[in-house]
């Protein structure tokens, strides 16, 4: 009863729903793409909404642009411009509107797999110019792939500060190039998470579809140190803390016939992506974390996500990438980054 | 500058032509006959002819006049005054002790100066709060709380519910000189700006120049907010205390040797951790759980200190001191993530008084003021700590110079180091410990220099003119001792600027003024915040190449009417404010952008303005006293990359602010107060649109502060009950208190929620659901009663 008490003392606040009208001020391009060494561009395209305009699944199919021109070029060795037009990914991978190269697709020896000879077209070290043309409107952008960094090693160890015996992290070595103002971005995707269904104790893989990001930053702190790190996935707040599962049995009791047995529930594999980005990129995903940290906190004084795309919203990112394939499993150590025969094309989307 | 020669030229005219005529001078100090006290403002006038002055801020005063017979009365509030019967035909010195004035007590006379006053002085725009007053005013959960009760003047507003910040017109918060016994005061609140940092039980006196800033002051553009501690009773030992909902104090003064020196030693406390500690034990003892949140607390706690020694009778030494600190811990053991926050205060003054002759007085300060802020942040072997600061060291002397009756001469010089530690960050992970090579500073020398005359050419006409004149070098991240001993050509930012000051009253006849003032003020340290409210995360940033020192030019008009042999005190003043250099974050900065470094390129500039009207109507005395304080006014700004070059309202942009102020004495033993506000509601900036990315939801604001949101209004009730045990040693009052009667659900802030995402239906997110986005509001501070035991012994 105490507590109640005190929970009350505390929570005397209180709220009421207010309305607002605020009509959008212009239709506006949102761009979320990429381009990585050996990979083929991508590029995902959608338009903006009024804050307040109901979301469901029509109108979030409908925010999705599919009928857009899609040109990324370069400049080769010799000065001479070459471009690529995007087109859009046919099903099975149309779940979304994704624009990329399809020839390169379909070129692919062993789909869902990259071609092990890599994608001539994207090349670290050089600066690559997105056009999307839309409606009247057209939009533009820049960005670099920096060289990509290696971690030193990652390894799978026992989460400390969980009491369930199957919780583990993924940490890794992580050696910071010296005076060089490098910028880190990492993802990861559970390539394999399985849960068990506890009504009808049936195993299901409650996989990640796509990559979700973890986070973004500067080197300011780390610069030239070698340290140890961890990655960890997101919970239920969205802010990555969380451990991964190895396998083991999970017990069960039959509601019915009271039988009593376990089910094997096998370990999660995750793909980490360490990739070096470039300061306008960066600048793009920091607002993207921050704003995701900070959403909803009335103290913060808004902040609009910084895009590098100029007469639109969003980001086109170059990425130095490198991939990992981590099984779950107790002492499980590499020091391999994925080679490109083993990269899924959607994992560079 | 033209005009600037002749206010010089008119210096010196009025500086020499009262030369020649046969003066003496009364001189001494006023103090409290039971408790020894200083007295500040204390009126001394002959009563035949109404010519005067009052005592400063050590209790000194000085008065000149022509040899001949006077009545010199010695007034203050509360207390008897005295009257002495003078053949003034030589330099006189008369220290007088005021004693209680039990006859007074039953009819409350609020001011503690001379009852006209705001007619007569030169000054406008400056308001004394009584100590006493605020104490009997409704108080928010038993806190008496200074700031607050500066908010109910005209020209004067709050962030909104519950903030003790200051916006004086049109002013931001860091446009206040707060001042603690002449330290500067850098972050003035508590509890995220709740509280005011001030404990009532050891203050003295408050004095609020909101316009027409003497030169003496500086250094801020809107306003200053000089408060001066208690010396402690030099006559008997004597303890004060009080026990309220959220913090109880204690206060303990005595003569260390009677009549010669004093101290006052005062705390506060609160008891939000440990009140919520037996919730936050270990193990929960209903659940037998681990509680995952134990070691989660806020707490603050801070102590005023000052200690004083009559030397002789030439020369006193007060040496004084605050301390502060918030501290903020949350702890959540099930993923091994812990954050302590501690941020305060430390100031120091050690001042010495020095009376060279009857007409002219000296003070000499050496000041030390800090604010530090710090943010730990533990998870599984990863440590993060970033902090950030300022530290001044001051040093002062001023002079007080009063040659005749119708002069009074300021002067003096002022030099402060400052110290800046912008955001710094180490980290550790594991046994690998991340920190720059040494952490990154940045030190900056602040000087002035000033003289202003207080001059009365007429009997009608009285001018204050002043010119302040300083300067300002900013030496980046190299120590003014490395800066001297290594390189003296080493490149710096030096800014220097004259600040003319003046005000002038014109008398029109005994119970009505017209006065006006033109200041310019220079500002050359600047507060960034990236909150829409003040934090102690704000950062205090110098000026240096890329930031310019802030600048304002302020008129004021007023007229002034006392009624009813000043019972009734009246006022009307309008004023223009223009601001330049005004400083916010570009739009799209991250604080990280800028860790360990200078944050110049993180800013960006713009000006302002502000117009507006004041009206007061006070009544002084009788049972029932108070004020009705109403504001009409406007603040804009202007900045290239804020808004995309439109102006914009500033947040704390106020249309009308109402304040009455009440309180009655029903008897002896009780007084009831009562206050009401109603204010234009905040101008706010919302989000507009939205888009996608990754699946998630991402926000668009547009339009800065581009809503006004609903007005603010409420109603605060109190009584205090103190029971007559007549000559019992152990006194003792009740304070009770209504916030907010008709419990007004004032706006605290707004938050969106896309609602419709049922969490029991596996998987479904914004792309299956049928999300609706809402906005709500926010309130804190229902109608909250509360009671407060305050002792004396």
């Given at each position: 009863m105490k507590k109640y008490l005190f929970i009350f003392l505390c929570c005397i606040s209180c709220e009421k729903e207010i309305f607002i009208e605020f009509p959008i001020e212009s239709q506006k391009i949102v761009v979320e793409g990429g381009i990585e060494t050996d990979m083929p561009p991508y590029v995902i395209l959608s338009k903006n909404q009024g804050y307040f305009d109901e979301i469901n699944s029509s109108t979030y199919n409908n925010?999705?642009?599919?009928d857009a021109e899609v040109i990324v070029w370069t400049l080769d060795e010799n000065g001479i411009a070459d471009s690529v037009y995007l087109q859009l990914l046919p099903p099975p991978f149309d779940s979304i509107p994704i624009y990329t190269d399809i020839n390169y697709l379909t070129s692919l020896?062993?789909?869902p797999y990259a071609n092990l000879?890599?994608?001539?077209?994207s090349k670290s070290g050089k600066t690559y110019n997105l056009i999307v043309r839309w409606n009247n409107q057209e939009i533009t952008s820049q960005t670099t792939i920096p060289n990509p960094t290696p971690l030193d090693c990652l390894w799978v160890e026992k989460?400390?500060?969980?009491?369930?015996?199957?919780k583990f992290d993924i940490r890794a070595i992580y050696n910071d190039p010296a005076d060089e103002q490098n910028n880190i971005l990492i993802k990861y995707r559970k390539k394999i998470h399985w849960d068990v269904?506890?009504?009808?104790w049936i195993l299901k893989?409650?996989?990640?579809e796509f990559m979700e990001l973890m986070d973004a930053g500067t080197?300011?702190?780390?610069?030239?140190q070698r340290f140890e790190t961890y990655f960890p996935h997101k919970g239920d707040g969205n802010i990555p803390t969380l451990p991964y599962n190895s396998s083991r049995y999970k017990k069960y009791q039959d509601?019915?016939?009271g039988f009593e047995d376990s089910i094997y529930v096998p370990n999660d594999v995750v793909i980490i992506k360490f990739c070096q980005i470039d300061e306008p990129a960066v600048k793009f995903w920091r607002s993207i974390v921050r704003q995701f940290g900070s959403?909803?906190?009335?103290?913060?004084e808004p902040l609009n996500i910084v895009s590098n795309i100029e007469g639109g919203y969003g980001g086109w990112t170059g990425f130095g990438a490198v991939y990992y394939k981590i099984p779950i499993i107790d002492g499980y150590t590499t020091d391999s980054p994925l080679p490109l025969d083993s990269i899924e094309i959607i994992d560079v989307f | 500058m033209k005009g600037k020669i002749f206010t010089i030229i008119l210096f010196i005219f009025f500086s020499i032509s009262m030369l020649g005529q046969t003066n003496f001078t009364i001189s001494g100090y006023v103090q409290d006959n039971e408790s020894g006290e200083n007295l500040i403002g204390v009126s001394i006038y002959?009563?035949?002819?109404?010519?005067g002055t009052a005592t400063n801020q050590y209790g000194f005063y000085s008065l000149t006049l022509v040899k001949g017979k006077y009545d010199i009365t010695y007034s203050f509030v509360g207390l008897e005054s005295v009257t002495k019967n003078i053949s003034l035909n030589k330099d006189t010195r008369i220290n007088i002790s005021l004693e209680n004035n039990s006859i007074l007590t039953e009819e409350?006379?609020?001011?503690?100066?001379?009852?006209?006053k705001n007619i007569?002085?030169?000054?406008?725009s400056q308001v004394k709060i009584e100590v006493n007053n605020i104490k009997q005013l409704p108080v928010i959960l038993g806190e008496v709380d200074v700031l607050k009760s500066a908010q109910?003047?005209?020209g004067i507003t709050s962030n909104?519910?519950?903030?003790s910040g200051l916006y004086v017109?049109?002013?931001?918060?860091?446009q206040n000189l707060i001042l603690l016994d002449e330290a500067v005061v850098y972050n003035a609140s508590h509890l995220f700006g709740f509280f005011?940092?001030?404990?009532a039980d050891a203050i003295k006196d408050i004095n609020i120049i909101?316009?027409?800033?003497?030169?003496?002051?500086?250094?801020?553009?809107s306003s200053v907010l000089d408060i001066t501690m208690k010396d402690g009773n030099n006559k008997k030992y004597e303890a004060d205390g009080g026990i309220g909902l959220l913090s109880s104090r204690l206060t303990l003064q005595g003569p260390?040797?009677?009549?010669k020196s004093s101290f006052i030693v005062s705390g506060r406390r609160t008891y939000i951790d440990v009140l919520s500690r037996p919730f936050l034990n270990?193990?929960?003892?209903?659940?037998?759980e681990p509680n995952a949140f134990s070691g989660s607390g806020y707490y603050f706690y801070d102590l005023t200190t000052k200690i004083n020694y009559r030397v002789s009778d030439k020369d006193r030494l007060y040496l004084s001191g605050y301390f502060g600190r918030d501290v903020f811990s949350f702890a959540n053991s099930d993923n091994g993530f812990a954050i302590a926050i501690p941020w305060g205060n430390a100031t120091g003054s050690l001042r010495w008084n020095h009376l060279f002759n009857n007409k002219l007085f000296m003070n000499t300060s050496i000041i030390f003021s800090d604010y530090r802020f710090e943010f730990n942040l533990a998870q599984s072997d990863f440590e993060f700590k970033i902090f950030s600061g300022i530290n001044d060291w001051n040093t002062k002397v001023d002079f007080l110079y009063q040659p005749n009756q119708r002069h009074t001469i300021k002067f003096g010089a002022n030099y402060t180091y400052h110290e800046f530690t912008p955001g710094n960050a180490t980290g550790k992970s594991g046994d690998v410990e991340f920190a720059p090579d040494e952490i990154y500073r940045q030190y900056s020398n602040e000087g002035a220099i000033y003289f202003s005359n207080d001059f009365e050419l007429s009997d009608d006409i009285k001018i204050n003119a002043g010119l302040r004149y300083s300067s300002f070098q900013h030496n980046g991240d190299i120590s003014f001792f490395n800066y001297i001993k290594n390189?003296?050509?080493?490149n710096s930012d030096n800014y220097r600027h004259i600040e003319p000051r003046l005000s002038l009253r014109y008398k029109l006849n005994t119970t009505s003024s017209l006065k006006g003032a033109y200041t310019e003020n220079y500002q050359y340290i600047h507060l960034a915040s990236t909150s829409s409210v003040s934090l102690p995360t704000d950062l205090w940033v110098p000026s240096s190449t890329a930031i310019k020192p802030k600048f304002a030019r302020q008129y004021a008009l007023g007229v002034f009417k006392n009624l009813k042999d000043n019972m009734y005190e009246t006022s009307l003043e309008a004023y223009y404010k223009e601001m330049t250099n005004l400083i916010e974050y570009k739009?799209?900065?991250?604080?990280?952008?800028?860790t360990n470094s200078?944050?110049?390129?993180s800013f960006t500039f713009g000006d302002g303005d502000s117009y507006g009207v004041e009206v007061l109507v006070k009544k002084n005395q009788g049972k029932t006293t108070g004020w009705i304080g109403y504001t009409l006014s406007k603040t804009t700004k202007y900045f290239?990359?804020?808004?995309?070059g439109l102006s914009f309202p500033a947040k704390?942009?106020?249309?009308h602010d109402l304040s009455i102020t009440a309180t009655h004495k029903l008897s002896k033993s009780w007084v009831l107060s009562g206050v009401f506000v109603y204010a234009s509601g905040n101008s706010i900036t919302l989000p507009t649109e939205r888009y996608v990315i990754g699946g998630d939801v991402y926000t668009q604001f547009t339009s800065r502060n581009g809503y006004r949101v609903d007005p603010y209004h409420r109603m605060d009730i109190g009584a205090t009950y103190t029971p007559?045990?007549?000559?019992?040693k152990f006194k003792s009052t009740w304070n009770f208190s209504i916030y907010n009667v008709y419990s007004r659900k004032n706006l605290y802030f707004i938050y969106f929620a896309l609602e419709g995402?049922?969490?029991?239906?596996?998987?479904?997110n914004i792309q299956n659901g049928n999300v609706e986005p809402k906005a709500y509001q926010v309130s804190i501070f229902p109608i909250l009663p509360s009671i407060t035991w305050n002792f004396n012994f």
């Open positions: 925010l999705f642009i599919n020896t062993n789909p000879n890599g994608y001539n077209f989460n400390e500060f969980s009491d369930l015996d199957y269904d506890t009504v009808n893989d409650h996989k990640d080197d300011v702190l780390i610069d030239g509601n019915i016939t959403n909803g906190n009335p103290f913060q | 002959d009563r035949n002819t109404f010519k409350v006379i609020v001011k503690g100066e001379k009852l006209d007569t002085s030169s000054n406008m109910l003047l005209p909104g519910e519950g903030s017109r049109g002013g931001g918060p860091d005011s940092v001030f404990n909101k316009g027409g800033m003497p030169a003496e002051y500086g250094g801020r553009l260390v040797q009677k009549d270990k193990i929960d003892p209903e659940t037998g390189d003296l050509t080493l739009e799209g900065y991250l604080p990280e952008d800028n200078s944050s110049d390129d290239d990359e804020v808004n995309n704390y942009d106020r249309r007559s045990k007549k000559k019992k995402i049922d969490e029991n239906v596996e998987n479904q």
